[in-house]
């Protein structure tokens, strides 16, 4: 593994070397054996718990000789630097440049054409899948971009779906999140009809972060934005499955299709949420043909609450919430959505309130733009909404529950929230307005000025204390 073939910019390798080169210490070539099953996600999550995030290739695995690239996207620094940003500009970097969507130019060569595996010859389980959690029903493919064309209108769509290893040529999907793919498999069911489908293995960290962008205009295509984080043209090439078109520089593609009608087991999976997934739109996908690269890498996604399954949702809800905030409410700071409510459940709203009602605006705002998101909370722009401790200082201070609670009941929101209702997904979404009275007196905060800390700390250190 120690030099990679045909290396892009916009590819997974690319991003590869690009850590390799300037962020070394963010790199973690693991050179003895590890097992599939169990040993890769424990490691990174004691990686994890010990304060570390690096980009993490598993180059010797027991029984295989592809090596396993995993957390791609679980470290802030790097994900900045894809955007050539500074990590504290991230989310508005994001934000600004995913809305610049740029034109996809097709080529004639891809990387992935180099080895094509058809009809009996294929066996996924040949891939070395990763057993993550021992909840999981099987191995799963957790790094899976599938891509397909709406049935209605030919506009694609790119997306990760979790994939579950059942036999040679079937995967269990789920496409739970009831987004684009949900929708065109279900356009495609009511046509009686199977949704062509290839799946991309082995994508570059923007990839990732534009797949998971969901407010956007129905006929822009997923893989435009892509190209406007790149800041050029993505490149595609044909694959041949209803002439999808799938990033040239990929790793492996899987063609296929997901059936109409036909739903089997699939799950328990360790999700996002923390707990163990039983719910499962429980679709089931065949392979047709798979293509690679000679000496492709596998990409995995960790699994459960790791940086690298939330670092992205956060940053892409948080870009996305403040999008639709901005419109209506200039005044608005910030937006935070804590890795500890998996990305997702909570989104912290930092706004300068000029009137009565805004904070309400905006928790209405923030639900109809997010369907994950079931509380809200509203803070002034006094509070640091990255510290949970001065967020919850608010709540505890500032809030009357009588006038500051507003709860919409029979929301839908997320089928893998184990609080949502099993039948309906629905649950009863809270906003909270930890904001003072506008315009009139409030108790005043206790502050401690820039200039004074500044000395106490120099005081401090006189004495020999070190901070
Ligand atoms: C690592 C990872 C795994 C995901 N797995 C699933 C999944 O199994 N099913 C699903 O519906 N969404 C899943 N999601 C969320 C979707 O990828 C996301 O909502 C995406 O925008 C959907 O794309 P689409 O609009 O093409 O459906 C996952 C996201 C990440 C980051």
Partial sequence: MNSLSNIDNQSLRGFLQMVETDYPEELLRVRNAVDLKFESTAMLFELDKAGRSPVVLFENIKGHTMPVLTNAAGNRKLLAACLGVKPA???????????????????????????????????????????????????????????????????????????????????????????????FHRRAE????????????????????????????????????????FGEPYRLARC???????????????????????????????????????????NVFVAKRIRMRRDAIYHSVVSGMSQDHILVSCITREGEILNALRRNLPNVRAVHVPHTTCGAFMAIVSMKKIAEGEPQMAMMATFGTELYTKYVIVVDDDVDIYDMNDVMWAVATRVRAEKDVIMVPGSKSAILDPTSDPQTFTVTKMGIDATKPAGKDFAERLVISEER????????ESAGVKL
């Fill in 89 to 183: 500009e991230l989310p508005t970097a994001f934000r600004e440049r995913c809305q610049k969507y740029i034109p996809c130019e097709v080529v004639d060569n891809a990387a992935w054409d180099e080895v094509v595996i058809e009809g009996d010859a294929i066996d996924l389980t040949k891939l070395p899948v990763p057993l993550q959690f021992t909840v999981d029903a099987a191995p799963y493919i957790t790094a899976g971009q599938l891509s397909a064309r709406d049935p209605v209108t030919g506009v694609d769509t790119t997306g990760f779906h979790r994939l579950m290893l059942k036999d040679k040529n079937r995967l269990g999907v789920s496409l739970h999140s009831r987004r684009r793919m949900y929708e």
């Fill in 190 to 229: 009511e046509k009686g009809q199977n949704l062509p489908v290839a799946i991309t293995l082995g994508v570059h960290p923007l990839h990732y972060m534009g797949s998971m962008v969901y407010a956007y205009p129905q006929n822009v295509r997923k893989f435009e934005i892509i190209g406007g984080l």
């Fill in 240 to 282: 041949g499955v209803a002439d999808l078109e799938v990033p040239a520089a990929a790793e492996i593609i899987i063609e296929g299709e997901i059936l109409a009608g036909v739903h089997e087991p699939e799950g328990p999976f360790g999700e996002f949420t923390g707990y163990a997934s039983y719910r499962s739109t429980q």
């Fill in 453 to 460: 800390r500044a000395h106490a700390r120099s005081l401090l």
